[in-house]
């Protein structure tokens, strides 16, 4: 999974320094690693830092077929791709390569001096089956190694890039994201697609950031790396009339923060 869904393009009030949220961003907008970084508008601000941390996770994927039964898939279905074409980056991103789906994942965080995210995940999802193929992430739901209770999964941001809009709950007055349950996503036969979101974990972490990634200041130094922790995700998929289940873990093995000034 590359970068994630999050928050929205950064403007600025008429006091020159305190931001705006438009309701219509993600934080792709924020960073595409290292590719595509926030719009800011720095009318009367000499600089913005911008934190990021990227993670490098395993995989692990298994589920409930349509009559019930149990599956794990084995280790030949799960590879490793780089970040992006060409990238020598040590970090890369696991691939489930089952019967139905292609399903590239990927984990980040980023915040700023202004904003803050939770942290989200990022899919490449490619349908191989000959019919659609739905995932139902509105009844998704989602616990850690450090609350294995499960919760119902709620975003701030849901996106599906093939569609020309973006499920974005409108904020408030103040410039706050409802958290909400997102939408269904579903995927015609063949077509990659790229689906971003901004999960709500405070219930499954202590920090309330994804992976319980925590840093402090202007600094790249993390005060937890996150490393071991993991989030799982139970996910309903129907097709064909059929309904089954994936359950998908991610689990931090290594992570790096970045600082940007604008």
């Not at 907008?29 to 290292?34: E, G, K």
């Not at 005060?223 to 873990?249: C, D, H, W």
Request: proline share 8%; with cysteine; net charge neutral.
């Amino acid at each position: 999974m590359a970068a994630i869904a999050w928050a929205g393009i950064i403007g600025l009030s008429d006091d020159g320094c305190r931001p705006a949220m438009s309701a219509a961003g993600t934080l792709r907008t924020i960073f595409r690693y290292a590719t595509a970084w926030p719009l800011v508008l720095l009318a009367g601000c000499k600089f913005i830092t911008i934190h990021s941390v990227n993670t490098d996770i395993d995989l692990q994927v298994e589920g409930r077929d349509a009559e019930g039964k149990s599956w794990r898939a084995p280790a030949g279905e799960i590879v490793r791709q780089p970040l992006y074409p060409g990238s020598t980056q040590r970090f890369t991103r696991p691939v489930y390569e089952g019967p139905l789906v292609s399903w590239r994942m990927g984990a980040s965080l980023a915040g700023s001096d202004f904003v803050s995210s939770t942290g989200g995940v990022e899919y490449v999802i490619r349908n191989k089956l000959p019919v659609m193929l739905c995932f139902r992430f509105d009844q998704a739901m989602l616990s850690s190694n450090l609350h294995p209770q499960e919760v119902a999964m709620r975003v701030r941001h849901a996106e599906q890039h093939s569609r020309l809009k973006p499920f974005v709950p409108h904020p408030n007055p103040q410039g706050e994201r409802p958290i909400v349950t997102p939408p269904p996503f579903c995927f015609e036969p063949g077509e990659p697609n790229d689906v971003w979101f901004s999960l709500d974990t405070a219930e499954l972490f202590p920090s309330g950031h994804l992976f319980d990634l925590r840093w402090e200041g202007k600094d790249t130094h993390l005060l937890n790396q996150g490393i071991g922790n993991s989030l799982r995700m139970r996910l309903p998929i129907e097709y064909a009339g059929k309904r089954e289940e994936m359950t998908v873990t991610i689990t931090v093995m290594e992570s790096k923060a970045h600082l940007q000034l604008y």
